[in-house]
């Protein structure tokens, strides 16, 4: 950035977008100087995430939020900034208003009070909407003190590195991946209940509600989505970045293990599943596989939609096929692949044998910040691989 006006000093930013219910999603970002230019850091616990692509505009900056089709678009004034956070993909407009604060390290609270109550552990969880609407997860949480990580985990994913603090008897926990900005709150009625508010990006609310359990357990991820009576194998044909089909049936894939990963750019899940998929690739594509990724884009303009996904495969260095396959919608999706009996999470990961055959489709990611659950993915993704590629 040549101006000095508007530059992004270096340092933590603590970011606070301004929820429609009144209420704060913080986050923190910090910014470096790297190569001779300034870049920054989304802050989720363990997670730090690279946006280096700043831009002067006008009397503004606007910072590109990864691979997603967001940006915050800020002016700076010294160590304050003030603006939005923009989401360039939805059906209707989208804009968050933020400030944030060079030199503020404390996500919330400076000084929280002791903690008086112990959230670690597993709880289950039951979310709720405001029509009544409700979805099972597990929360797992971490607690040193006042401080606390941790995630929730549901059948079609989960909900990356969540960080926060105890002030009390009440957790505070957020995040912000570029493209999803979450804020859970919660107290306790008696010893093992818990009753909160989870607030996302510029309006969204859901209450729920947990009961302390150490053997909460979610579906198989295994079993949720599967062929239909009749069906042994998929079929389908769609365009790659370059406009060519691609067929499932091509000399390319026959003969090998196939793995076929339902995705799409704006999902952080999918980036988490692809960001373990590119290195397996890289080291195990000489054993006899592949990986097509389908992609399901929120632009039915197939120009835009290859863009969106050209940017995920420069920014992940992404070897394998990506192809076009429909808009990001689960209902297209299965209409796509009409030998699934639905597609209920991005992403979906189908495992095809060298005889072609489908051998087991995996619904959701859980991806690191899950911790242990996602290492008992890994062990069994390997696991089944390793069984697969040694079938002749």
Not at 120 to 149: H, L, M, P, R
Not at 330 to 339: D, I
Request: charged letters at 25%; aromatic letters at 12%.
């Amino acid at each position: 950035m040549t101006s000095t006006e508007n530059t992004i000093q270096t340092g933590t930013w603590r970011v606070a977008l301004q929820h429609t219910e009144g209420v704060e999603i913080p986050f923190l970002m910090e910014a470096e100087e790297k190569d001779g230019k300034t870049v920054l850091y989304l802050v989720n616990g363990e997670e730090r995430i690279l946006v280096d692509d700043i831009q002067q505009q006008d009397d503004s900056v606007k910072i590109g939020l990864h691979i997603f089709d967001a940006d915050l678009i800020a002016k700076v004034d010294g160590d304050k900034m003030s603006g939005r956070f923009v989401k360039n993909d939805t059906a209707t407009p989208y804009a968050v208003p933020f400030t944030a604060e060079r030199g503020n390290e404390n996500r919330f609270a400076a000084n929280p009070a002791p903690a008086t109550y112990d959230f670690n552990g597993k709880w289950d969880v039951v979310f709720a909407d405001k029509e009544g609407s409700s979805y099972k997860a597990i929360g797992v949480f971490e607690q040193k003190d006042t401080y606390v990580t941790g995630t929730f985990l549901t059948e079609t994913g989960d909900y990356r590195y969540l960080e926060g603090q105890v002030s009390g008897n009440e957790l505070k926990l957020s995040t912000f991946d570029g493209n999803h900005a979450y804020l859970f709150t919660a107290k306790p009625e008696g010893d093992s209940t818990l009753t909160g508010d989870f607030y996302a990006g510029m309006n969204g609310y859901e209450s729920w509600t947990a009961k302390r359990n150490p053997n909460a357990e979610l579906a198989s991820a295994d079993t949720l989505t599967y062929l239909k009576p009749g069906y042994e194998s998929l079929s389908f044909t769609f365009p790659n970045l370059q406009g060519e089909q691609v067929s499932l049936s091509d000399d390319k894939y026959k003969g090998k293990v196939v793995i076929v990963q339902l995705l799409g750019t704006w999902c952080p899940n999918c980036l988490d599943e692809t960001q373990f998929l590119v290195p397996y690739y890289n080291k195990n594509k000489d054993r006899g596989m592949e990986i097509i990724g389908l992609g399901f884009e929120r632009s039915p303009e197939f120009e835009k939609a290859a863009a969106r996904l050209q940017k995920m495969k420069d920014r992940l260095d992404i070897n394998y096929d990506l192809l076009v396959a429909g808009v990001s919608d689960k209902e297209a999706a299965a209409k796509a692949l009409p030998a699934l009996n639905h597609v209920m999470s991005f992403p979906t990961t189908i495992f095809i044998g060298r005889d072609g055959k489908v051998r087991k489709i995996h619904t959701g990611f859980s991806g690191p910040g899950t911790g242990k659950y996602y290492e008992e993915f890994v062990a069994d993704f390997n696991k089944t691989m390793d069984q697969l590629l040694a079938e002749k």
